[in-house]
């Protein structure tokens, strides 16, 4: 599995865009870019998934670096409801997802 | 359909107990997850099935869990001669094969005393 590198916690001020990076240089040829959330007490949440090429979805858009080394997840306006973990997970199919420590946002008014 | 369903949501256990946990995946999901989580770590991959077969189990799965699918439906996963170091968050995921997109439930609390 590939290893990835997020930063432990990061801030926004509601309504503001939050960009929160992912290292993942020993990422393979075939693997997919996911990224999953997980508010308080929940079970963790699909967010969007990209594998070469930029991607958005109504959640949040995805922006992949040429080499595939690091990607960014992009939260266009953040809102307290936002706040979460989130993780950056390279792999294949849904078979097995291999969380890491993820980046805890905290969102304030 | 109401997703992922995960029952019960809370177990307190005395220690050498067993216990089972249910999960009830998306009705039209063949693939099936496992994953336990402990306080601030993210969540580690136990074992899944395809349809009823169990096709892979993580080296976290001692032989004092067990995990079945019968009729590739629901699953229970059950520990026995439970341990304090059991006590976690387990979590259920389902997915329909060739999706990339793993939906989670609420997840079962043990806490193992």
């Known amino acids: 599995d590939a290893k990835t590198t997020q930063p432990n916690s990061m801030e926004s001020n509601e309504e503001e865009p939050v960009h929160l990076p992912c290292n993942h240089s020993t990422i393979s040829g075939t693997d997919y870019i996911h990224w999953y959330r997980q508010l308080p007490s929940q079970g963790p949440e699909y967010v969007i998934h990209?594998?070469?090429s930029n991607v958005n979805n109504r959640m949040a858009s995805l922006a992949i670096a040429e080499d595939r080394k690091s990607s960014t997840l992009i939260l266009h306006r953040a809102t307290l409801r936002d706040a979460a973990v989130y993780y950056c997970i390279p792999g294949g199919t849904a078979s097995k997802l291999t969380f890491g420590t993820g980046t805890r946002l905290q969102v304030t008014l | 359909d109401t997703g992922v369903s995960q029952n019960p949501r809370h177990k307190i256990t005395k220690r050498g107990q067993n216990v089972t946990f249910r999960c009830d995946p998306i009705?039209?999901?063949?693939?099936l997850y496992w994953y336990r989580q402990t306080l601030g770590q993210g969540p580690e991959f136990l074992t899944y099935?395809?349809?009823?077969?169990?096709?892979?189990k993580s080296r976290l799965l001692s032989d004092r869990f067990s995990a079945e699918r019968p009729k590739g439906s629901f699953s229970t996963l059950e520990i026995q001669r439970t341990e304090q170091g059991d006590s976690a968050m387990y979590l259920c995921?389902?997915?329909?094969?060739?999706?990339?997109?793993?939906?989670f439930g609420q997840g079962t609390r043990l806490t193992v005393v």
């Open positions: 990209g594998l070469t």
């Open positions: 995921a389902s997915s329909q094969l060739g999706q990339l997109e793993a939906f």
């Open positions: 009705s039209e999901h063949n693939r």
């Open positions: 099935f395809q349809n009823e077969a169990q096709l892979e």
